[in-house]
């Protein structure tokens, strides 16, 4: 050990330093016993008796050896004694004020555990490592087009096929450069149901991007992935546990997928897919120069001392080459990389760090509450210390033991409010957007870390607010408090007061400003929810087929099956409707494609105003409950073969027709020059994007003549959507034993979950305000009450000299009003200068919007006055001659 | 350990006080402070002189006093004792609270 340290911990503890302690004693006394003798002897004794005489005067019958001890005692143990002394003298005043004590604790319980379930959410969201090693040099791989608004920046698909096998090669800034394709895909294990499963057709080398590693088995290898290797499939552990019953035997079996038989070799380890949850893996096979439009995503791994600006750079300069070089296909497209933790959270990153945030000013007013609390507690007993002061008890001493006392209070509050984080982290999961929180299940977990932060929360509140009352101590105004009677009025009582006044004014300030921001979250709530989506979300059934490529070969057979199915479901007693669409609103898939309108000149490849284009069954509209504003829906009799139709939405009817109607005109697609749909009808917008983004120019085309393998089914019934789930599986099978529905859920929960983000930080929020402003008025009324007590005196005199009843109450509501409207003003200034940030949260209303903020006030104001008024009402009835006794 | 008796506290603080006093008038080593306690209360006083020690470390554990080595007049070896100056303000501050807490006891025990 070094000797810096070791003299260190002497001094703590003391304890090497026994041995030369007691030789000192020892050496020390010796020479104290020989003079007493020597004395003793000049007083005539003779020297024996000089010298036991002597020791009986130094020890008395005890001997040396017990003041020995106490001397290293007085040493040795002085500071784990004299903290132990002030932990049990500060549990058994707790314990004596159980009053204090509860209000105290719960109010840091409560705050401490609202911080720890929003901290571990956020730790879980943001902080907390991907499941995957060099997380940090992962990469999504995105292309896009710059004449648009990106509305969603790394978008779903869309990065180009031959693209991808040009700069596979091309690129240097990555280890490995993948890319897959998604879809659902039936899987039939032996002896079970189909299965619709969440499919990632990759390259192999996805795997060595990600990092994993095989919980059982192997992943597949670049030399199997390609044209004509074997069908090989990579379960998740979760589908392997769901559906094929954990059987480790399954590696090195067949099932069958989409009607292929695929060997199972490999299952991904438990927490792989956490984040990015996929059912099964397939591998790609794409060619050495692969073909095709932009289907795939990408991912790569960038090299080891490459930075994510470089590689970003090199990806915009290929794309860029590949503009030049291929500008039909390239043109106004680029390339970029963002990292990979910023596409699987980037969405809840604001609303989470507003509501920590947030809870961390309710944190703050819980603290100002218990310091209000523990200086009034140090009021009351300010008698107590100075006779512990004129006893001996140095001013130090004491200040250390109120610093302990509310130490072991906050300690305390910590400890039940860590128990309460864990059961309110749960709840929180629940509340979480159906995206997230499934990312977060298993992650979401009481770390090291929220201990770290809940026990720092704790003990810097502990010092924080412990401060206050010690520094009292210290100063040491012993003579007044022995002074002090019931009159009050004193130096002291008068800082105190001070300090108790500006705690309120902040507490006030703080709640303001909680407050407000939970007012803006419930109004963008409350309008998110009165925009009308476009269709009708209550009782309807959505769920979603994917017929596999292998069985269903040409569109007819997949137009016939759709077809057959609608008419199946429609039989189902209590369905009224039923249709389907390639992709549903509110799923957050999209395809854009660019367009001319036959009789106007042709747009600049590229720079044409792109259409939103889905596939849709006659039976849709009506089973969606969108309105048919204009022209007809569409017929079994737009098929194959017949004249090519499309629908448009409102909002593209309007943008490129403002002064005649979209009907009759012809939509040519910028890649497909064969087919001139023209439009027969216009329907009502839908936001397809929920109910804060714009609708979008959307063209319908009829199914029959534009086929997609998967589609989303809308069963609209009769009554609870949920009881058509298996009425509306059975008639699928009547069609097709093999093919499962996805996803079947109503309808409403989709619309639900839209606004599900919005809902938490609201109702999050509300709570936080709310409680803040119960904290508030607490502290309010605590001074209000105290103050009342302090002037009992000068009120009883008041009386006496004929103020009346309402006067009184008038003198304390004010000078309680006068601290509430300080903090409102002051809140109300903090409040408008933040509100900015809030900004992308909102929606419907302005970030410093003037409803909310006066209404806010006002409510403020309020509970502030009513809180001042209970005190003042007590004051009233204080009889004089009582009060001028005291 | 016990819980300290409040009266345990008060004699403790007492004795502190005093040996602070004593070492006013000069540096001195155990058994010189006795002395001056004995003549300075005109041999009214007689402190258990063992429990001098425990109270000399706890005041240098406390840093109001400090203690080296040195020379009796006898020329022995002997620990001498010094006050610092927070010593010399923890004194005063004591001496004051004496003063009050005695006055106010006297004025009870005056009580007609």
């Not at chain 1, 192997?218 to 044209?227: L, S, Y």
């Not at chain 1, 210390?385 to 001996?392: E, I």
């Not at chain 1, 989506?533 to 016939?560: C, K, M, N, W």
């Amino acid at each position: 050990m070094s000797s810096p340290l070791r003299s260190a911990l002497r001094r703590l503890f003391g304890s090497g330093r026994a041995r030369d302690l007691d030789s000192r004693f020892d050496s020390e006394t010796a020479f104290h016993i020989d003079m007493a003798t020597e004395r003793n002897i000049g007083a005539g004794m003779t020297p024996e008796e000089a010298r036991r005489v002597a020791q009986l005067d130094f020890a008395g019958h005890g001997g040396r050896e017990h003041w020995r001890e106490q001397a290293r005692d007085e040493v040795r143990s002085r500071f784990a004694e004299e903290l132990g002394r002030d932990i049990r003298y500060a549990v058994r005043g707790l314990r004596r004020a159980p009053a204090f004590t509860a209000a105290a604790v719960a109010t840091l319980a409560l705050s401490i555990g609202a911080t720890s379930s929003i901290f571990s959410v956020v730790n879980a969201a943001l902080l907390q490592r991907l499941p995957y090693p060099n997380a940090d040099r992962i990469v999504a791989v995105c292309e896009r087009n710059t004449t648009q608004a990106a509305s969603e920046p790394c978008g779903v698909g869309g990065f180009s096929v031959p693209n991808y096998g040009i700069w596979r090669e091309s690129a240097t800034s990555f280890t490995a450069f993948a890319a897959f394709a998604e879809r659902r895909v039936a899987v039939i294990a032996p002896r079970s149901e189909p299965i619709s499963a969440k499919a990632r057709i990759t390259t192999a080398n996805l795997f060595t991007v990600l990092g994993a590693r095989p919980y059982l088995g192997r992943f597949f290898t670049d030399a199997e992935d390609r044209p004509g290797g074997p069908l090989l499939l990579v379960v998740s552990y979760p589908f392997w546990q769901q559906y094929l019953s954990g059987d480790p035997s399954v590696v090195g079996r067949q099932v069958l997928v989409n009607g292929g038989d695929y060997t199972v070799i490999g299952i991904t380890a438990p927490r792989f897919g956490v984040y990015d949850p996929v059912d099964v893996w397939l591998p790609i096979r794409l060619g050495p120069a692969p073909q095709g439009g932009r289907s795939l995503r990408a991912m790569a791994l960038v090299k080891p001392g490459v930075t994510l600006e470089q590689a970003d750079r090199e990806m915009r300069t290929l794309a860029a080459r590949r503009a030049q070089d291929e500008p039909t296909r390239n043109s106004n497209m680029t390339a970029f990389v963002m990292p990979l933790r910023e596409k699987l959270v980037g969405g809840s990153e604001r609303v989470l760090w507003t509501l920590l945030a947030a809870v961390g000013f309710l944190l703050l007013i819980a603290c100002a509450n218990v310091a209000n609390l523990l200086l009034a507690r140090a009021g009351s007993r300010a008698r107590e210390m100075a006779v512990r002061v004129s006893l001996g008890a140095s001013p130090k001493r004491l200040a250390r033991q109120l610093l302990t006392e509310s130490v072991v209070l906050s300690l305390v509050s910590a400890i039940i409010g860590l128990v309460l984080a864990v059961h309110g982290t749960r709840v929180l999961v629940a509340l979480v957007p159906g995206d997230l929180s499934s990312q977060m299940l298993g992650n979401v977990s009481v770390d090291w870390r929220l201990v770290a932060f809940t026990a720092a929360v704790a003990l810097g509140s502990g010092i924080l607010f412990g401060l206050a009352p010690a520094l009292h101590a210290v100063r040491g105004h012993t003579h007044e408090s022995l002074k002090e009677g019931g009159r009050g009025g004193t130096e002291h009582s008068r800082t105190s007061g001070r300090m108790r006044s500006a705690l309120v004014v902040a507490e006030m300030s703080l709640a303001l400003v909680l407050l407000a921001g939970a007012g803006l979250m419930v109004r963008s709530f409350s309008a998110l929810q009165h925009v009308n989506l476009g269709f009708e979300p209550q009782h309807a059934l959505t769920g979603r087929v994917s017929l596999p490529g292998r069985t269903y070969r040409s569109d007819t057979t997949i137009a016939a099956f759709f077809v057959q199915a609608e008419s199946q479901i429609a039989a189902v007693a209590g369905v009224r409707a039923v249709g389907a669409i390639s992709y549903l609103p509110l799923t957050g898939q999209r395809s854009v494609t660019g367009f001319d309108l036959e009789g106007r000149p042709p747009y600049p490849p590229g720079e044409g105003p792109g259409g939103d284009m889905r596939a849709v069954t006659p039976g849709y509209f009506q089973a969606m409950a969108i309105p048919l504003k204009e022209g007809r829906g569409f017929t079994v009799d737009d098929g194959m073969g017949k004249p090519d139709v499309a629908i448009v939405s409102e909002t593209f009817a309007h943008t490129l027709f403002p002064n005649e109607s979209a009907v009759g005109h012809v939509i040519v697609y910028e890649w497909d020059r064969m087919t001139h749909a023209q439009i027969v009808g216009v329907v009502g917008d839908v936001h397809h994007d929920g109910p804060a983004k714009q609708a979008y120019m959307e063209i319908y085309r009829p199914h029959a003549q534009f086929t997609y393998d998967g589609m989303d089914m809308v069963v609209r019934v009769n009554g609870d959507p949920a009881q058509y789930v298996r009425p509306v599986t059975a008639a699928i099978r009547r069609v097709d034993p093999a093919i499962p529905i996805a996803s079947a859920q109503p309808l409403e929960r989709l619309a639900a979950g839209a606004v599900a983000s919005t809902r938490l930080s609201a109702s999050l929020f509300a709570l936080f305000g709310i409680l803040g402003l119960l904290l508030a008025a607490i502290g309010i009324y605590g001074v209000m009450s105290y103050t009342v007590q302090q002037r009992q005196h000068e009120i009883g005199v008041r009386v006496a000299l004929g103020a009346s009843t309402s006067n009184v109450i008038r003198m304390v509501v004010r000078s309680g009003a006068t601290l509430s409207l300080l903090g409102i003003a002051i809140g109300t200034v903090l409040a408008f200068a933040g509100a900015g940030l809030m900004q992308r949260l909102l929606f419907g209303i302005p970030p410093h919007d003037r409803v909310t903020f006066a209404t806010i006030a006002l409510v403020l104001a309020a509970v502030g006055v009513l809180a001042a008024y209970l005190p003042a009402r007590r004051a009233a009835r204080v009889d004089p001659v009582t009060a001028l006794r005291s | 350990m016990a819980p300290q008796k409040p009266n345990d506290e008060l004699l403790r603080g007492m004795l502190d006080m005093l040996v602070l006093k004593a070492l006013q008038l000069g540096p001195m080593h155990g058994w010189g402070i006795t002395e001056r306690l004995e003549q300075g209360s005109r041999s009214a006083l007689k402190i258990g002189q063992g429990s001098l020690y425990p109270a000399l470390y706890r005041l240098e554990a406390q840093g109001l006093v400090s203690s080296s080595w040195g020379a009796s007049d006898n020329n022995r070896r002997a620990r001498w004792y010094e006050l610092t100056s927070s010593g010399r303000a923890h004194l005063a501050a004591e001496r004051q609270a004496w003063r009050r807490l005695s006055k106010a006891v006297e004025l009870i025990l005056a009580m007609e």
